[in-house]
């Protein structure tokens, strides 16, 4: 992102992938607007963890949305604000910050705030993350656990946070959805779904070799190798 200009007491403008950032840092207040428009479409109160430090946030949440523009465009731009009407895109925005919010408690190994915001949201017993190093600090690796309110369990292990994440993900989906189903909760099944597929939406925005810029490249250059008729059935896909 171009960090267009900077002003007194921390306050600052980012151009971001199609929207503008403006912080406010005297009240701590993320305003985001589209470009060419003075008024902000969505308004975002940081607290003091995220005001410590606003410009990784934000270029966590920019991230954020540029996957999610990929994901609902059929991977045909990063930008988010061209997918969906201006009322639609602001309160997306606001999912999209709260994923980034669980990317940046991560990313800062705020791993006790994210289990608790997590089980929170989707109602489980617990969701723990450890991060294990050697005596030489050579090698290091992480332990994540996610417990349902019937007990059913799942735990993992990565050399990475972002391969973590997405193990979880792959086991929620695969092994707990399937545990809940079994024993009828399929409520529980129903918000373990939503639960995997926000994981791996935050495993995309932690790992740092997934650029969405060189995603879209690479899906327009499988497009452009198609015929005709291949490139009509993979838009339609």
């Known amino acids: 992102m171009k960090q267009d200009c900077t002003v007194s007491h921390g306050s600052f403008t980012v151009w971001g992938t199609g929207f503008v950032y403006l912080y406010e840092a005297d009240n ?37 949305n540029q996957i999610k523009a990929l994901l609902y465009s059929n991977n045909s731009t990063l930008n988010l604000a061209e997918t969906l009407d201006d009322n639609r895109v602001a309160s997306l925005i606001k999912t999209t910050a709260r994923i980034s919010r669980c990317a940046y ?72 959805i399937a545990l809940e189903i079994g024993m009828r909760n399929d409520a529980s099944a129903h918000k373990l779904l939503g639960a995997s597929s926000k994981l791996l939406t935050i495993s995309h925005v932690l790992n740092k070799n997934f650029i969405p810029h060189n995603k879209l490249t690479r899906y327009e250059e499988l497009i452009d190798n198609l015929t005709p008729s291949q490139r009509h059935k993979k838009r339609l896909h």
């Open 28 to 64: 701590k207040l993320l305003n985001i607007a589209l470009p060419h428009e003075e008024k902000a479409i969505v308004k975002i109160k940081l607290d003091d963890a995220l005001a410590q430090n606003p410009l990784t946030y934000i270029d966590t949440l920019d991230k954020t």
């Open 105 to 176: 408690d991560l990313d800062q190994r705020n791993f006790e705030r994210f289990g608790s915001v997590f089980c929170k949201e989707f109602d489980l017993k617990g969701l723990k993350i450890k991060k294990f190093t050697s005596r030489s600090e050579s090698q290091k690796f992480y332990l994540g656990r996610i417990q349902t309110r019937t007990d059913n369990t799942i735990c993992v292990r990565s050399c990475s946070l972002s391969g973590l994440i997405t193990q979880l993900s792959d086991r929620t989906m695969n092994d707990l």
